[in-house]
T-cell receptor, first 112, second 117 residues
Framework: SQELEQSPQSLIVQEGKNLTINCTSSKTLYGLYWYKQKYGEGLIFLMMLQKGGEEKSHEKITAKLDEKKQQSSLHITASQPSHAGIYLCGAALETSGSRLTFGEGTQLTVNP | DGGITQSPKYLFRKEGQNVTLSCEQNLNHDAMYWYRQDPGQGLRLIYYSQIVNDFQKGDIAEGYSVSREKKESFPLTVTSAQKNPTAFYLC????????????????FGEGSRLTVL
């Protein structure tokens, strides 16, 4: 089974709608990272969360870390077509923090 | 500008041939990584290196080899032993700070798409 589970696997929303993507770990989190990817391209870093309860925002994207639940959520407010892409969570699951394990990604489509 | 450069962007290979993917970074990062991505899937770690002349196997190292002779370079060779090499390969690097448990984010290259004919 996956060490990092993302849900949903895909999401289609109408422009202007809010949405949430979840990332749940089966192991202790030592750092949680959110990335965005356009098909066939590299990953673009969005945010990094390290402490339980931490919340960060960038423009209309907010990410939170629930350390007790070993879970992070990514919330997009008033979605736009530019938000479309694949969102991946990555996490350090070892105390050394040297390796990052990734979830399978969430494919987001925003219809105008 | 600083960044990570992967080459080639597209590569075609015949079965039984080895192929080497290049990854160069000028960010002065200590650690470098190779991931493989298959359609509809996340990234799987192939190899990583935290310092020059040292590297560790990731989760799917079989059929791959790497070297880290210079801090800036971390080439990946896909050997003929890799049974299903067609995939999108991503190289990444990050700053590390010795024994610190929390290090910076990964910076990714644009990827190399390998197709075996």
């Amino acid at each position: 089974s996956q060490e990092l589970e993302q849900s949903p696997q895909s999401l289609i929303v109408q422009e202007g709608k809010n949405l949430t993507i979840n990332c749940t770990s089966s192991k202790t989190l030592y750092g949680l990272y959110w990335y965005k990817q356009k098909y066939g391209e590299g990953l673009i870093f969005l945010m990094m969360l390290q402490k339980g309860g931490e919340e960060k925002s960038h423009e209309k994207i907010t990410a939170k870390l629930d350390e007790k639940k070993q879970q992070s959520s990514l919330h997009i407010t008033a979605s736009q077509p530019s938000h479309a892409g694949i969102y991946l969570c990555g996490a350090a699951l070892e105390t050394s923090g040297s390796r990052l394990t990734f979830g399978e990604g969430t494919q987001l489509t925003v219809n105008p | 500008d600083g960044g990570i450069t992967q080459s080639p962007k597209y590569l075609f290979r015949k079965e039984g041939q080895n192929v080497t993917l290049s990854c160069e970074q000028n960010l002065n990062h200590d650690a470098m990584y190779w991931y493989r991505q298959d359609p509809g899937q996340g990234l799987r770690l192939i190899y990583y290196s935290q310092i020059v002349n040292d590297f560790q196997k990731g989760d799917i190292a079989e059929g791959y080899s790497v070297s880290r002779e210079k801090k800036e370079s971390f080439p990946l060779t896909v050997t003929s032993a890799q049974k299903n090499p067609t995939a999108f390969y991503l190289c990444a690097s990050r700053i590390t700070s010795g024994r610190a448990t929390h290090t910076g984010e990964l910076f990714f290259g644009e990827g190399s798409r390998l197709t075996v004919l």
